[in-house]
């Protein structure tokens, strides 16, 4: 079945504990982003993947890292996590071309105390 | 960079009505302009989409317009029904890429009501 994983679905953590979600694809999508979701600010880009080792910053990167070492992988890093990044996250992937045509993880819940 | 507004934040109709949310732009080169839907607790899902050279896009209940001149573009959900209660997000792409730079609206809740 073609899908966007993420791990964990729900993550409760500590202000500063370093932790990475994961996300995986297996559509061979050229093209991976991550997005937080607000309440009332929609979907905001974190930072997107344009192929192995091609990264670039989105709306609102500060805080975050990602890494792009396979095409199906694009685990996002949070190195000192605070509570203003407790949001809903998901990764989301697409095909060359058609970045446009996005299929998102089924999001992951991060609340930082 | 970009910037997109959504309007209106809440949209509550009756079945059989029908919903029109409206998104306005600033970067002249988008030109893609696709839209998704949320139902609650699930992952935003691509509906329709429309491209700069097309004035307007229908599938089914849905339609999309788009004045480039003006920066805006609209979704139009005829014969709404229960199930279309979700929230939609429009989208751009961002100084007309094709790499999955996307910049979203704010979001418009719908509410159909039996």
């Known amino acids: 079945e073609a899908q966007v994983t993420q791990n964990p679905r729900y993550l409760i953590t500590v202000t500063g504990k370093k932790l990475t979600v994961t996300c995986s694809q297996n559509m061979n999508h050229e093209y991976m982003s991550w997005y937080r979701q607000d309440p009332g600010l929609g979907l905001r880009q974190i930072y997107y993947?344009?192929?192995?080792?091609?990264?670039d910053k989105g709306d609102v990167p500060e805080g975050y890292k990602v890494s792009r070492k396979e095409k199906r992988n694009f685990p996002l890093i949070l190195e000192s996590p605070s509570p203003n990044q407790t949001s809903l996250y998901f990764c989301?992937?697409?095909?060359?071309?058609?970045?446009?045509?996005?299929?998102f993880g089924p999001g992951t819940r991060l609340t930082v105390t | 960079g970009e910037n997109v507004e959504q309007h209106p934040s809440t949209l509550s109709v009756q079945e059989g009505d029908s919903a029109v949310i409206k998104c306005t732009y600033s970067d002249s080169a988008s030109n893609y302009f696709p839209w998704y839907k949320q139902e609650l607790g699930k992952r935003p899902q691509l509906i329709i989409d429309?491209?700069?050279?097309?004035g307007e896009k229908k599938d089914q209940r849905i339609a999309v317009t788009l004045n480039k001149t003006a920066k805006h573009f609209s979704l139009h959900i005829t014969e709404t029904q229960p199930e279309d209660s979700a929230v939609y997000f429009c989208a751009v792409n961002a100084g007309g890429t094709s790499y999955g730079k996307l910049t979203f609206g704010q979001g418009t809740i719908l509410t159909v009501h039996p």
């Open positions: 993947s344009m192929n192995v080792e091609v990264t």
């Open positions: 989301a992937s697409s095909l060359r071309g058609r970045g446009y045509e996005q299929y």
């Open positions: 429309i491209r700069s050279n097309v």
